[in-house]
């Protein structure tokens, strides 16, 4: 059975001796919830319990580097549940149990190794192992895929946030489809406060259910069906804008949205630009509308979002905080991302003109600014596993905007091809792009060298370290790109000798990472979601016509 939740830097790193118990328990189980349910594998995870002083450690990281961006829990009463389980494990419900460890799990997965190693006196890896077979089976004890218990969809949507870049990417559709499934057993697709549920209740059902939509339409993306389990007739409300301690169990009144920033800022705010998002795409595709007017329509939507998210939301921010600084970086990337994607259809359809081109060139580029400006700003390190897998919307289509606009000879001036190069240096230093085990990651360094070698910086400078990388890297055969996940394969046909053959999608087939990841997205789900609507067959077509404009034009590559 293929691992369905596998960490690179487990990859890198042999147990420890002292995770020998663990691993011989562990080795016969199964290795998805999935499977465990079904199989009615159960197992006492009492052993798996961290001391008081390492079960507080994590929670108090995970409260910190987590929640913040989710909002899934209720602060104030998981510390009291975290702090009593931890003093007495053997009394904690299963449902709780799944918390815990998803709580643990989670936590790890957002720190560093020095502070797992200080901290925790284990490895970040053996600790990953540790607690993601914990949450595993914690979910299989408590026969998750029956359950009507909220806490249990908590710590499993916990768990699929924090395994959303490690998880086999059909697997992962599958699981999202389930908790979808399972917050519809719920009645979390129907708002709280309409079914005469308690103010508490109303707004943790409305958190929960504001999580799940975004996770599942990530994983349809990524697995590139493009399809999400959500009911088409949700009426569940927004979250209101209100801190933890304003709202508890047992309250009898409705909390009153609070003007300013709360607990809710950075989930809020991007639930309002992914819901522009969908009314601007609305606009462009209305029927029978003409194209100019869908733009102006679109564009009237746009510029009334960020007119809400600057009033509602980024002037009570204070970029000292580090939340505040994500949420006005996030929502003003969204508003970016929306203006690119409405002007994408003339690039398409190859009617843009140049300064079209080079508009779309610049808005790119401030996407790529907002990026590097996350990794220079210090205080966000706690956040590091949001930002470093690309967190911005349209960060995909910005990185293939700025190469395909450097390949395009005489479309760039001097200083904007600079410019352009210093960005794409920033981001292979701060994303792990030289991982070449990922597909994606391949075909984006094959685009980036026959950039380099179209249009290279006009400073005499030396070649950056990320082209020489990529030049060694690309020219191997890596062992027959056994380590190579081929499954998902974009093309981006690459002619320069400089980079490896790369198998194209067989005639008469569609690779399913070449389908349409956007075409319908914002129109069915208007909320929260990762709205980055890359459209992979659109930019390797593109890609293919270019870069034969380009050879007309530089004899020389071949």
Not at 378 to 388: F, P
């Amino acid at each position: 059975m293929q691992r369905m939740f596998d960490d690179e830097e487990e990859d890198q790193e042999e147990p420890e001796k002292d995770d020998v118990a663990f691993e011989a328990v562990a080795g016969g189980l199964y290795s998805d919830p999935l499977t465990g349910a079904f199989m009615g594998a159960e197992q006492n995870l009492l052993g798996f319990h961290p001391s008081r002083d390492e079960a507080m450690f994590l929670w108090q990281t995970h409260a910190e580097n987590v929640e913040p961006l989710c909002k899934v829990l209720h602060i104030p009463s998981v510390a009291e549940m975290v702090s009593g389980a931890s003093r007495q494990p053997e009394t904690v419900s299963r449902a709780d149990e799944c918390l815990l460890f998803a709580i643990y799990h989670f936590a790890v997965y957002s720190t560093t190794e020095d502070d797992c190693s200080k901290a925790l006196g284990q490895s970040r890896a053996t600790l990953l192992r540790r607690f993601r077979f914990a949450t595993r089976q914690a979910l299989v004890n408590v026969s998750f895929l029956k359950t009507t218990n909220m806490t249990v969809l908590q710590a499993l949507v916990l768990f699929l946030l924090s395994s959303r870049h490690s998880c086999d990417a059909h697997t992962y559709w599958i699981l999202t489809g389930v908790a979808v499934r399972i917050g519809q057993r719920l009645g979390l697709h129907r708002d709280g406060e309409l079914l005469g549920l308690p103010p508490f209740e109303v707004q943790m059902r409305r958190r929960l259910f504001y999580q799940i939509l975004p996770i599942d339409g990530f994983a349809g993306q990524m697995s590139g069906t493009g399809i999400s389990a959500v009911p088409d007739d949700w009426d569940t409300k927004k979250p209101l804008n209100v801190n933890d301690h304003q709202i508890w169990p047992g309250m009898t009144e409705q909390p009153e949205s609070q003007k300013g920033a709360t607990d809710m800022i950075f989930c809020l705010a991007r639930s309002t630009v992914g819901n522009s998002f969908g009314k601007a795409k609305r606009s462009m595709k209305r029927p029978g509308t003409d194209p100019s007017t869908g733009f102006k329509e679109a564009e009237l939507v746009i510029d009334a979002a960020e007119a809400d998210v600057e009033e509602m939301f980024i002037r009570y921010c204070d970029i000292i905080n580090p939340l505040h600084f994500l949420t006005v970086g996030s929502a003003r990337a969204g508003i970016i991302a929306m203006r690119i994607q409405i002007r994408l259809p003339k690039i398409k359809d190859r009617t843009a003109t140049d300064a079209e081109r080079r508009e779309v060139f610049h808005l790119a580029l401030k996407i790529m600014d907002t990026d590097t400006a996350a990794y220079a700003h210090e205080s966000l390190r706690r956040y590091m596993w949001h930002i470093k897998p690309f967190f911005l919307w349209g960060s995909w289509d910005s990185l293939i905007l700025i190469l395909t606009s450097l390949c395009r000879p005489g479309l760039l001036s001097t200083a904007e091809t600079d410019a352009a190069w210093k960005r794409m240096e920033e981001v292979y230093n701060n994303h792990d792009l030289l991982n070449l085990k990922r597909a994606l990651h391949i075909a984006f360094g094959r685009l980036a060298l026959r950039a380099w070698a179209a249009n290279p910086p006009t400073r005499s400078l030396p070649e950056p370290n990320f082209i020489i990388s990529l030049c060694s890297l690309l020219k191997v055969n890596l062992a027959g790109r056994s380590g190579v996940d081929n499954t998902n394969l974009v093309d981006f046909s690459a002619k320069m000798d400089t980079m490896i053959p790369v198998c194209p999608v067989p005639s008469g087939e569609t690779d399913p990472l070449f389908v349409s990841l956007s075409n319908d997205f914002g129109d069915g789900f208007e909320h929260d979601f990762n709205l980055d609507s890359t459209d992979w067959m659109f930019w390797d077509q593109l890609i293919r016509e270019d870069q034969a404009q380009g050879d007309q034009h530089q004899p020389g590559i071949s």
